[in-house]
């Protein structure tokens, strides 16, 4: 039965008492809005229906990211990105009630967000939404009568999937700078890359106990020795001859791992060593064009480098023409090394012997990362 009560401070305060439910109340400045709640509260009570609305109401999404943080993200392999995503969430969200949050808003933020970042970026966000509202429902015990908020709305398109692969002599002269540098990390995890399709954080996990280089396999594990991303844990993966040779070259580290370098550091060094390539490489093209035009290339170039005086508008002009046309060293991404292993194993193991050293699940997992070149499928059929 219902009740509708004025307060002291002139609000008024219904509540709902009914066999077989948990006591409902709620205060409105209004009575018919009281009444009118009252009157909702009962009729899906008798048809059935009724979902208290009571903690989804007094719990704002802020307190509900807080407790995610604290009980769920530390379990995750990856904890750095899902993080700073929730942070930024909160700040946008974290004031309503779980309730309050609409298909609208969440539609709202998805376009205003795509026209700063890639659909990729925000589907990741949307994901880590839902994924607090799941943890609401189905961990915490807290009720959502509207249901979860991501369900009404779509999700970015999101574009085709990346076929770089390494092109022409990009591996070549990326060997020859790597074997520059001071240290022998850089180059090794290159190779060992390349050679075994392992991600980045399970190359840096990699440690020497977990490789024997008689028998030629490297025991795979995830972030810290973790469990990998497709929650296995951990993958032997063969060793090739060229990957034997890296790994039996190098020093022994103090830390026990193969490659002491953090991720950081080799995204760093990864992003200062493309540029350092694709200058060089384009550099070496327009020395030849404005050698070509009997321009003294070698002095033009290090107006570019050094800057002590303007290049001459000829140089500018070949400058412009060779950046546009050069592909070397373009958007090469760390990952897309994992790409060029995959197509390179695909040449030599069948499906099922290739799943189990990329340690993905599935034959569709395996194909967006295989990529053969026409020209060598063309060998192929003779």
């Not at 008024?12 to 205060?27: E, I, M, Y």
């Not at 369900?151 to 076929?163: F, V, Y």
């Not at 480098?305 to 060293?329: G, S």
Request: proline share 5%.
């Amino acid at each position: 039965m219902a009740s509708v009560k004025q307060r002291p401070s002139g609000t008024w305060q219904a509540k709902v008492r009914r066999l077989g439910f948990p006591d409902q109340s709620k205060t409105f400045a209004r009575k018919t809005d009281a009444e009118a709640w009252a009157r909702a509260v009962e009729r899906e009570m008798d048809v059935g229906s009724f979902v208290s609305r009571n903690k989804a109401e007094n719990t704002t999404f802020g307190e509900a990211v807080d407790r995610y943080l604290a009980e769920v993200v530390p379990k995750l392999r990856a904890q750095r990105q899902p993080t700073s995503m929730l942070l930024k969430l909160k700040e946008r969200f974290g004031e309503y009630s779980l309730v309050a949050i609409q298909p609208s808003m969440l539609a709202a933020y998805r376009d205003e967000r795509l026209r700063a970042v890639g659909p990729q970026t925000v589907t990741h966000e949307l994901g880590l939404v839902n994924r607090v509202f799941k943890a609401c429902q189905l961990d915490w015990g807290i009720p959502l009568p509207q249901g979860i908020p991501t369900a009404g709305i779509r999700k970015p398109k999101l574009p085709p999937g990346r076929d770089r692969r390494l092109e022409g002599d990009e591996e070549a002269i990326l060997l020859r700078s790597l074997g520059q540098a001071a240290t022998p990390w850089m180059k090794a995890a290159f190779v060992l890359a390349v050679e075994t399709a392992a991600r980045r954080s399970e190359l840096l996990s990699l440690a020497w106990q977990e490789v024997d280089l008689t028998r030629r396999v490297a025991r795979i594990r995830g972030v810290d020795g973790r469990a990998t991303k497709n929650d296995q844990r951990y993958r032997d993966v063969p060793l090739s001859t060229r990957a034997v040779a890296t790994l039996a070259q190098l020093p022994r580290s103090t830390t026990g791992r193969v490659l002491p370098i953090t991720a950081d550091a080799l995204d760093s060094a990864w992003d200062r060593l493309i540029a350092r390539c694709r200058r060089e490489h384009v550099h070496g093209v327009l020395s030849r064009k404005l050698e070509e035009q009997g321009i003294d290339a070698a002095r033009e170039i290090r107006a570019l480098v050094y800057k002590k005086r303007a290049p001459l508008d000829m140089t500018l002009k070949l400058l412009a023409e060779v950046e546009r046309v050069e592909i070397r060293f373009l958007d090469l991404h760390w990952h897309d090394l994992r790409h060029e292993a995959v197509s390179r194993l695909a040449e030599r193991l069948q499906m099922h012997e290739l799943m189990k050293v990329t340690g993905q699940k599935t034959a569709k997992m395996v194909a967006r990362y295989y990529h053969p070149r026409a020209e060598d499928l063309a060998a192929k059929l003779g």
